[in-house]
């Protein structure tokens, strides 16, 4: 049976804001960094709400957006490249 894997806000805002700033395809984040795409659709969602001001639950995921404020200055999307 496979374990469930825990994502840290950081990571969620990261992940999110790749497709939501950086215009990266759902495809190509997940591909990426390793996530599954409705996962990453809902935290693309609740980042999106957070944005707009609109409740997005206890468990917000930009609640500590300061500490990630100074990303990876990174551009572009990144895809894994298997052989």
């Not at 700033?21 to 996530?35: K, M």
């Not at 599954?36 to 609640?63: C, F, H, N, Y």
């Not at 990630?68 to 895809?79: E, I, K």
């Amino acid at each position: 049976m496979n374990e469930r894997k825990v994502y840290t806000r950081e990571f969620k805002l990261h992940a999110a804001s790749m497709v939501l700033d950086d215009n990266c395809p759902v495809s190509d984040v997940c591909a990426s960094l390793d996530i599954g795409p409705t996962a990453l659709r809902r935290w693309v969602d609740q980042v999106r709400k957070e944005r707009e001001g609109q409740p997005a639950g206890s468990a917000g995921i930009m609640r500590r957006q300061n500490a990630f404020s100074a990303r990876s200055s990174q551009s572009g999307c990144l895809v894994a490249v298997t052989a």
